[in-house]
């Protein structure tokens, strides 16, 4: 059985009607286990256990309504589903309180409790999911703080292991939202220099005119209003770690002041003649082609040198789209915290739509997406819904629309294959296409998307 594959636990005392049921799940290809006592059914409704319960509510012994409070004690996000045959409606209201995920009334078409438990079983892989996800994001502890089991993030995360505790200087290349800050926390967390500070600095945004009293200090009477002295961040960084982002954005003259410091490790004050060294582990980052920037007389190429002694590369996120799941997940379980909203229902056709994009803003705009998602104010796929006037026939078309492009692309602008994917027939699929008046000349002999 594979990880959050969900059983049935189903308990009915009629020997009868408990062979018809578990035959029922079997046919709908649920794994099921079935007791004729609700004592017995508890040894396999444990927290966190992938099941959903279905149960009759007349039993010898202890009854459905208790078994279903006991279930709400040990794990009240496990869905239990009470079957009756007495039509109490007093009960069925009651049930709901207590935290039933539904109530089912004999007889029954089977067809009908097949997809109240279909629903209830998805519930359950969700729930299991987001639990697993949410520890290990508890658990994150620098590199483990870096989401995604792609290829790509693998290497990132063997490197900065293997990285974490020297004292090699690192540039990390990719583009703007891929993580490259996380990626910097992540060797200063990994390695002996975690309890120092690790100063981050924006190259790009600090002033010329600023430059030498934010990063080497100073010392009273070094300009008008300068009365006390006042350490640099690159002093501030001794000890710990010094994180350089968006270098490409320093000034040449700050690059020759920069490099000196590199080099030496030491600073010197504005104000002052003492030199002060520095014991600090530099990480830069840039979101440009650093050697080209050299190459056209953008950057200095000493500069360059001494930065790049070990480059970690960042892949965009549409080149490690199976990654998009996980992140999403983990970005709405932050989300929900940090807004004090419950976690939404995350479908396969959410995911689907979310894979299907570029992500031009990266792991960032993908963030910003589940926030959004959870405050209620944005939909996947549907970006008519933002609009109050759009009916429920424009949202659903919007989205279809969205699917058939993705499965096109995804495809090569193979009908028949984006047909199968979608499971449509193909001259389904060919209605659609000309009723959406989409151009197959956009998807010709495009590659397949991995």
Known sequence: MTEHAIRVVYVEDDDAVRAAGRQTFALADMAVIDFARAEAALAELGTDRPVVLVTDVRLP???????LRRVAEIDPDL????????????MAVEAMRTGAYDFIEKPFAPEHLVEVVGRAMEKRRLVLENRALKARLAQADGPGGLIGDSPQMQNVRRLVMELGDTDVDVLIEGETGTGKERVARGLHDAGRRRDGNFVAINCAALPESVFES??????????TGATRSRAGKIEHASGGTLFLDEIEGMALPLQAKLLRVLQERVVERLGANRLIPVDCRVVAATKLDLKAEVAA?????????????????????????EDIPQLFTAFCLQAAERYHRPQPALSPAVFDWLMGQDWPGNVRELQHAADRFVLGVWRPGAEVAADESAGLAQRLAAFEHLLIDNALRDCGGDVAAAAEHLAVPRKTLYDKIARFGIDMAAY????ARP
């Open 61 to 67: 012994g202890m009854d459905g309504m208790s078994l």
């Open 79 to 90: 869905p239990v589903i009470l079957v009756t045959g007495h039509g109490d409606v007093g």
């Open 214 to 223: 934010e990063m080497f200090g100073v010392e009273p009477g070094a300009y």
């Open 297 to 321: 007389g953008r950057f200095r190429a000493d500069l360059y040198y001494r930065l790049n002694v070990v480059t970690i590369a960042l892949p965009p996120l549409r080149a490690r789209r």
């Open 444 to 447: 010709r002999g495009a590659e």
